[in-house]
């Protein structure tokens, strides 16, 4: 069986393709970099961090964007006439007033490692902009509308628009094609495939909260009239009728579904396999619960689908409830390399799984300066949304200890580095080693960002050795706290117990749609020169165990 979510942690709206024996994921990532992961398989049970589309970060600007903003929904596609693939991101610059202004692109590439096209700009109509390679050589965009007039249905409605490759520009303006197949309202994601003569639009439905679905259309010409799957919707976590068309609000946590480990069900993705198969990604996510708050973010599962006689897709289960063991597919057992959860910085540069937000890790960190360690240069703090030296990995268990080894000389208290959990530039916690003018000597202490307000937790600062120090970081279900030690054996707890809860799209005010990170943080706001050494880091999964089955006694 494939166990479910094949990528946990922050993977959001995936999009799949396939190029003969090998499959191809590529999910959102919002203000981090590198942008645009790639993940790869041969089986659709083993997969692996293969490669990212978006590494320059001059070409793509993210600095001072907030977060929840930048690249969203990728549409990662492969055209086998030309033998070539095709990625269509959009770059989310403000959701002011709910205006949603956003500029969508287009790039390709010979291999699915690049080297990546310049970017050409399609439109600004609206998100998750998507991509078609007809059998006659055209190619269309497909929307979302976004609606900002009052009195409309919001957010809007899927839209079309064919695209001109020797122009490198759309053909007109976009045009209204589906208002949906079920009436959740909050369609999005639209994806259009061609296949036995109809073309196939699969969209999400009810907000990419707890309403969550997939859905599909079809119809004979690419410009509609599309009609909708009698069955809509195809894959959810809530089954039941609802009517949320004049509900904007994407989260919708009554339709939380108390039978489902796997909730927000929805933004699908579909690839036939030559067995004859077919299998669906989706984005999913494992909330705590009572609090219903998603730690991991928005993550990636899969299902097994099957076509109909009469040409619709289902669920092979029969039924339309996202499961989490489907059965794997005839194709063969292919296990492919984890992610290591142990670095020592021994490699010549720096492994695929770092991100940074708003600017490539390279930026700010170094493997060769010190053999055996990496390096990070001083930046801003934790709160800025410009150049901010954090090093970062997902967070894709709520059992997990981060753990490194810090050599670090404070000169002055803008000077601080260490172990941070990080959801965002307003949300996070920091053990750090910092110069204190109270004790003249450095000194080890906690700061904390919940919401935008700072506490610094006076009570809980210590004299620090001028030595490397251990510092880790336990997350044990709704609860995580932090240590130190100076033998890499015994740890002395620091601060209190926090709320693991808290770092959540549910709980965080200032962002959404993301995940949580732990990570290496270096800070030099004084002269963004003085640097931190770290030994290794360590991201050790304790237990897969759900977050849904992490409920206080009697709250299960």
């Not at 695209?163 to 994806?191: M, V």
């Not at 690419?222 to 994407?250: C, K, L």
């Not at 998603?294 to 619709?312: A, F, N, P, V, Y």
């Amino acid at each position: 069986m494939i166990h479910n979510p094949i990528l946990p942690g922050f993977n959001p709206d995936p999009c799949i393709c396939r190029k003969g024996d090998d499959y191809y994921v590529a999910v959102s990532t919002f203000e981090w970099f590198p942008g645009i992961p790639v993940y790869h398989s041969k089986d659709l049970k083993h997969w692996e961090l293969l490669t990212h589309v978006l590494t320059d970060d001059e070409k793509v600007n993210l600095k001072n964007l907030p977060s929840a903003k930048g690249i969203w929904a990728p549409c990662l596609t492969y055209n086998e006439q030309e033998d070539r693939f095709y990625v269509v991101y959009g770059v989310m610059n403000s959701m002011n007033a709910r205006y949603f202004d956003v500029d969508n692109y287009l790039i390709s590439a010979p291999s699915i490692t690049g080297p990546w096209s310049e970017p050409v700009y399609l439109h600004s109509a609206g998100f998750d902009a998507s991509i078609l390679h007809d059998d006659d050589g055209r190619k269309y965009i497909v929307s979302l509308e976004w609606e900002t007039r009052s009195g409309y249905e919001q957010p809007g409605v899927i839209c079309l628009c064919e695209y001109d490759p020797a122009a490198q520009k759309i053909i007109g303006y976009p045009k209204r094609i589906w208002r949906g197949g079920t009436d959740r309202g909050c369609i999005e994601a639209p994806h259009l495939t061609k296949r036995g003569g109809y073309y196939y639009l699969m969209c999400a439905e009810g907000g990419t909260g707890y309403n969550h679905c997939v859905t599909m259309g079809r119809a004979k010409n690419v410009w509609g009239p599309y009609e909708g799957d009698p069955q809509n919707p195809i894959v959810t976590s809530a089954p039941g009728v609802s009517y949320e068309r004049d509900d904007p609000d994407h989260l919708k946590p009554k339709y939380f579904n108390p039978d489902s480990l796997l909730q927000k069900s929805g933004h699908g993705s579909y690839v036939d396999l030559p067995t004859g198969e077919t299998y669906l990604v989706h984005l999913c996510a494992r909330p705590f619960i009572p609090e219903l708050r998603c730690t991991l973010g928005r993550e990636t599962s899969i299902q097994k689908m099957q076509w109909t006689d009469d040409g619709w897709l289902r669920m092979a289960d029969g039924g339309r409830l996202a499961q989490v063991d489907v059965p794997e597919s005839k194709l063969p057992d292919c296990p492919l390399p984890l992610l290591p959860e142990h670095d020592d910085f021994d490699a010549p540069t720096l492994l695929p799984y770092y991100y940074a937000p708003r600017i490539m890790p390279q930026r700010f960190a170094d493997v060769t300066a010190r053999p055996g360690w990496v390096r990070l240069r001083g930046q801003e703090s934790q709160a800025s949304l410009h150049k901010v030296s954090l090093l970062a990995r997902k967070v894709t268990s709520v059992h997990m200890e981060f753990t490194t080894c810090l050599d670090f000389t404070p000169e002055i208290y803008q000077h601080s580095a260490g172990l941070i959990l990080y959801y965002d530039n307003m949300n996070s916690i920091f053990l750090r080693k910092y110069y204190s003018d109270t004790l003249h000597h450095s000194a080890l202490g906690l700061i904390r960002l919940e919401n935008g307000e700072k506490d610094e937790f006076p009570a809980c600062r210590t004299l620090a050795e001028d030595k490397p120090v251990y510092l880790k970081l336990t997350i044990d279900g709704r609860q995580s706290r932090f240590s130190y030690g100076y033998d890499g054996e015994t740890f002395t707890p620091i601060g209190p117990v926090f709320d693991t809860t808290r770092f959540s799209d549910e709980y965080c005010k200032y962002g959404e749609f993301t995940g949580t990170m732990a990570g290496l943080l270096c800070i030099d706001s004084m002269k963004h020169e003085h640097t931190a050494d770290f030994a290794f880091f360590t991201a050790a999964v304790q237990s897969d165990e759900s977050p849904c089955l992490a409920a206080p006694a009697g709250e299960k």
